[in-house]
């Protein structure tokens, strides 16, 4: 029975520079329990399609042509008070991002019971036990304990399981799931699908699912829907799109997906001649936090590694493993409770002045626009640590910057863009400049490719794997993602609560490894369903 149907879908925007379409012609269907994906990158006009669905276009948006019809009810142009009663009782809606999408002062379970009370609940007594019963059924343990807690004490994946039952409260018989694991560690996001499935059989729900990620796409999906600038470019059963695509843009997002094909070679390096000393040297490291009241957190507990020069050593685990941590340490933005940590000849745990030190150790973030100054323009960014070390006068610095700017793959002419004038990918490639810019021996990349579309994402791991050829640098690279890991490590330290539960050469922990838990990180690698046909058919 189709749920869905959208035909002819056209959204156009208001702005600055004249009006700008989203959406162009855009037509799909989602069928009751089953699941229609919408894959694309960002900009493709996935999120508009989703936002015309449930009326919630910004406020210069609008809906220039088309149908939207949910089960026979045309959703264009209904009135204010009409759609009172489709969102949450007919249409439920899973944002991107938990962080954000929960109001951080208000207890879980009144963000939970929000959509009852919105349709009419006026019973205490029956809204907390409606919200107790969707807390325990998408698998959170304790419901009582859970609904009084605020969001910033639940970890990611349970603020998306939060998420999940309040679009669930009034059972509707469509859910959009924007985004809904993008953010999530691999494992976590494995759990978070599987309850999705779960809750989609026993209940008939439709699901349309918004991703970039094909590799989830072929997982999860009945049916896929290929966006590119507002336009459908393929459509069909997924397991037939994404195992023979008819579409170039198809096959390139295939092509550029890490959990289903090779898009970066590592070069085979040979043995030295004889021992030589590591770039990094980390023994015994240990984190605590101090809590008033309570024992310290231990955030890293006895984590030991080496990293060779020239190569990369990856750090894997999910979120709160202490990944970011033992990468703050190891560039001496903290300093450890215990442990030693020793980057070429300097020992970094007894520097008393760390400034000379950053010029050889540099950390890029996972969140380029939060750590670029808005205000500035990208050479002014690259050009900071130039400034800060008084290296060079402006037009030696100005010399250097383009330099940088070309090394990373942008035209001279962003030196005078601001970071909101880039892509996420091109912002990415700003800091990855700036870091570079003073010639360190050592990058830490922390979640660096994490939050890029797959195409974008492939850009920036094969950019990074020629800067190492070329400029001879060695990374330390901190990802939950164990399909960028094995495209980009050479050896790899896999992390459980602080802890190192296994380490050793990239090829050697993903095809023998030792411990369970890096077993189910490598297990929750999405993309089985189209590894295991090209096994079969290749």
Do not use: C
């Amino acid at each position: 029975m189709t749920l869905l149907a959208i035909r002819d879908l056209a959204v156009h925007y208001r702005t600055a520079r004249g009006p700008v379409t989203a959406v162009d012609g855009v037509s799909l269907e989602v069928e009751a329990g089953q699941v229609t994906a919408l894959v694309g990158e960002s900009g493709s006009g996935k999120s508009s399609v989703a936002q015309s669905i449930i009326g919630l276009l910004p406020s210069n948006g609008r809906i220039a042509g088309g149908s939207i019809a949910l089960q026979g009810t045309e959703l264009v142009g209904l009135p204010d008070r009409r759609w009172r009663s489709i969102r949450g009782a007919r249409i439920g809606l899973i944002p991107q991002d938990p962080g954000n999408s929960l109001n951080p002062v208000a207890r879980i379970g009144d963000s939970v019971a929000e959509a009852l009370r919105i349709h009419g609940w006026r019973d205490r007594t029956k809204i907390n036990t409606k919200v107790y019963e969707l807390l325990e059924r998408v698998d959170l343990d304790d419901p009582k304990t859970r609904a009084r807690q605020y969001p910033h004490e639940l970890s990611g994946g349970m603020r998306q399981r939060v998420l999940i039952a309040a679009a669930l409260a009034l059972e509707p018989e469509l859910i959009i799931a924007d985004e809904p694991t993008s953010a999530l560690d691999v494992t976590v996001q494995r759990r978070v699908l599987d309850l999705l499935d779960r809750l989609r059989t026993e209940t008939g729900t439709g699901v349309l699912f918004i991703t970039h990620d094909l590799a989830v796409a072929a997982d999860r999906a009945d049916t896929v829907v290929v966006m590119r600038d507002g336009a459908v470019r393929e459509r069909g059963d997924a397991a037939e799109v994404l195992s023979a695509p008819a579409d170039d843009y198809t096959r390139t997002l295939l092509a550029d997906a890490p959990s289903l094909t090779k898009i970066v070679e590592r070069p085979q390096r040979p043995e030295p001649p004889a021992p030589v000393a590591p770039l990094v040297d980390v023994s015994g490291l240990r984190q605590e936090f101090r809590r008033p009241g309570r024992s310290p957190l231990v955030a890293v507990d006895d984590v030991s590694f080496t990293v060779a020069r020239g190569t990369t050593h990856a750090l894997v685990g999910e979120s709160g493993s202490g990944k970011t941590t033992i990468g703050r340490v190891i560039t001496g933005f903290q300093r450890p409770t215990a442990g030693g940590i020793r980057i070429g000849d300097t020992e970094v745990v007894g520097l008393r002045s760390r400034r000379a030190f950053h010029r050889s150790a540099q950390l890029v973030y996972q969140n380029p626009y939060a750590s670029l100054d808005p205000r500035q323009t990208v050479a002014k960014i690259i050009a900071e640590p130039l400034r800060n070390f008084r290296i060079g006068d402006r037009a030696e610095q100005s010399e250097r910057v383009e330099r940088y700017l070309d090394l990373v793959s942008l035209a001279p002419e962003y030196g005078a863009r601001r970071p909101h004038e880039l892509s996420g990918g091109q912002r990415q490639r700003v800091a990855i400049a700036r870091a570079l810019i003073l010639e360190p021996e050592l990058v830490v990349l922390d979640e660096a490719v994490s939050a890029l579309d797959v195409t974008v994402q492939a850009q920036i791991l094969r950019l990074l794997a020629r800067l190492q050829e070329e400029l001879s640098l060695t990374y330390v690279f901190i990802s939950h993602d164990l399909a960028v890991v094995r495209q980009i490590a050479d050896t790899v330290s896999v992390l459980q609560r602080g802890r190192q539960v296994e380490h050793g050469a990239t090829d050697r922990i993903f095809e023998a490894p030792e411990h369970d838990y890096t077993r189910q990180l490598i297990a929750a690698i999405p993309g089985t369903k189209i590894r295991e046909t090209t096994r079969r058919t290749g």
